[in-house]
């Protein structure tokens, strides 16, 4: 498992290397625009080529994009979907010109039209999505669906909604999965213990299957199993322990997966990356 962290890309996405480096990250993710805004210039082919050439020559073993939080593709409001569509177009042809092979997505929130419903626009909007692809350009691009807390009308807090997911889409082979342990524990799903870790990963082969999960999020929880809050907490002082991190990092099943905390600032107000970054390395075997 390759660890690191989200940083920020203020001032240009090389710059997010660069933070990740000063962090002694092994891998990387960051927002390739404005995470609350729907639009946003997009970037140049200067600008593009310079991350690039950051990234290749930084020694990171794997980098992702977030996706901007207000892309719900089942939003019962025609004018957010719409939006949300050019917007998630926009941020694939990002990743496309920066050479991100992974781009995050929190799967959608359903806003009271039921879970089927839900799941089954998510996919049609996805299809409508791709339709606009123009010459395979997001080709190199894998749409990686998050699991959630379970907050509200969010859907993919059940492995069974990731499931369904991957039998609607139109391509599976373009989609993936990353895991989010903070969303996993608020939705029910213990890897505190090394008997339920393992329950966990035989639960989500089963349904999902492992050949889909392509990352991590690294957060603990400051709220408690089952909780559905996401509330994300420092490693190892949340609800989540550090024994389930103990397990991940010595997992052979993810050896090549890149992997990032998302935890909160230290309470000196400072960015906690760097030493939850330190704290996983030290926990390898």
Known sequence: MYVGAHESASGGPYTAVERALDDECEALQLFTKNNNRWTQRMWTEEEA???????????????MSHSAYLINLCSKTAKTVEKSKVALADELTRCAMLGIPYLVLHPGSHTGQGEEAG????????????????????????LLFENTAGQGTCLGWRFEHLADLFERVFDPTRFGVCFDTCHAHAAGYDLTERESYEAVWQEFDAIVGLDHLKAFHLNDSKKPLGSRVDRHELLGEG?????????????????????VVETPPLESGEDSFAEMVALLKGLRA
């Open 49 to 63: 080529a310079q991350f690039r050439q950051h990234y290749a020559k930084s020694g990171l073993k794997g980098v």
């Open 119 to 142: 799941l089954r626009l998510i996919a049609e909007n996805l299809e409508r999505v791709y339709e606009t692809e123009e010459d395979g350009q997001w080709q190199d691009v894998t």
């Open 239 to 259: 609800e989540v322990g550090l024994d389930a991190f103990r397990f991940l990092v010595n997992d052979d099943r993810f050896a090549d997966i890149p992997a």
